[in-house]
């Protein structure tokens, strides 16, 4: 079964500083990875998502993520973060059998200090 | 394009008594149909999931059941509900397209208070 760990809870970053936020997937199989951001009260959006190919992806609002099978991980960054980038982020494991069962890890929240 | 409605967008209920959470789909056909819990500190946990019309698989045993009486359609509900039924329900779909994975897209979540 397929699992996602984020291992820090909470990070704070100053607005203009670079972000990486880690994500350590288990599944195995070639995994479908994603990376969702959540403001406070609302619902989850895309960020950006691997399937197969260039293992650096692109998403929006300028994140990018890397997918590196050595290290069964999948980091978010971020060169320079905004303010309205603070939120919480999620990512996400999927199975690599054509149907959308999404296994999420337990959320990172950003803070950005001004 | 594609959108999703779920609602109401919060509800405050007392132990026991039922409940019923919408959630439509627009702009697409056949989509699946996701319920997902979301508690605090714990990730968002999959309640329940469905490829097509009155196809429900349940992920985890609870107080809860899920129903699609239409193809965009995905009803949450419960007949007595429990203090630990608490929390942000989100409903999501995807495009059923085979082998080939679509994210998923959400709505914007369901704050349910169980007093």
């Known amino acids: 079964a397929q699992s996602v760990t984020q291992p820090d809870i909470h990070i704070t970053v100053s607005e203009g500083a670079s972000l990486e936020l880690r994500c350590n997937y288990s599944y195995g199989a070639t995994p479908y990875l994603f990376w969702y951001v959540q403001s406070p009260g609302q619902g989850l959006q895309l960020l950006l998502k691997y399937f197969s190919g260039d293992t650096l992806v692109q998403g929006i609002k300028g994140f990018e993520a890397e997918f590196k099978r050595s290290q069964s991980s999948f980091n978010l960054r971020k060169p320079s973060v905004h303010w309205s980038d603070a939120a919480e982020y999620f990512c996400a494991v999927g199975a690599s059998d054509g149907f959308q069962k999404l296994v999420f890890g337990t959320g990172t929240r950003l803070l950005v200090s001004p | 394009s594609q959108t999703i409605h779920q609602w109401p967008a919060t509800l405050v209920q007392p132990v026991g008594s039922p409940l019923s959470l919408e959630c439509t789909v627009e702009g697409t056909s056949n989509p699946n149909l996701y319920w997902y819990r979301q508690a605090a500190g714990r990730g968002l946990q999959l309640l329940f999931y469905s490829v097509g019309i009155g196809q429900i698989s349940s992920e985890v045993p609870q107080n809860l059941s899920a129903s699609r009486p239409q193809d965009r359609q995905f009803i949450l509900s419960s007949k007595k509900l429990l203090l630990s039924d608490s929390g942000f329900y989100l409903c999501?779909?995807?495009?059923?397209?085979?082998?080939?994975?679509?994210?998923?897209?959400f709505g914007n979540g369901t704050r349910l208070t169980v007093t």
């Open positions: 999501a779909w995807s495009a059923n397209r085979g082998p080939n994975n679509s994210p998923l897209h």
